[in-house]
C-alpha cells in the first residue's frame, strides 16, 4: 500500500482555498500569509529536519497536535522538542 505524502505544495493547494490566505515568503522562503501575518512557511533554521512545516498557533493551541499525533514540537523559546 503505498503512503500519501504531504509537503509545502499540497498544503499551499488546501491553504489558498481558504478566505484571505496569500503566498509569500518569510526569511527567504515560501510562506502562507493571512492578512500580512504568517501561518505557514517552510522552516529555513539549520535545526529544521527536511520536508518540516513551520505552523503558527496560538498559546492555546500549543497542545492540540500532540494529542492528535504525537509528533516534535519545538517553540521559540527553547528550540528543542517538547515531544518525541
Avoid at 5 to 10: A, G, L, R
Avoid at 43 to 51: L, W
Amino acid at each position: 500500500m503505498l503512503k500519501a505524502t504531504v509537503n509545502f505544495d499540497t498544503v499551499r493547494k488546501i491553504s489558498l482555498a481558504l478566505p484571505g490566505v496569500e503566498e509569500s515568503t518569510a526569511w527567504g522562503a515560501a510562506a502562507l500569509k493571512v492578512r500580512g501575518k504568517l501561518m505557514a512557511c517552510v522552516p529555513t533554521h539549520r535545526s529544521a529536519e527536511p520536508g518540516s512545516l513551520m505552523v503558527r498557533v496560538g498559546f492555546d493551541c500549543e497542545a492540540l497536535p500532540t494529542a492528535m499525533h504525537p509528533l516534535p514540537v519545538r517553540t521559540p523559546e527553547s528550540w528543542h522538542p517538547l515531544v518525541s
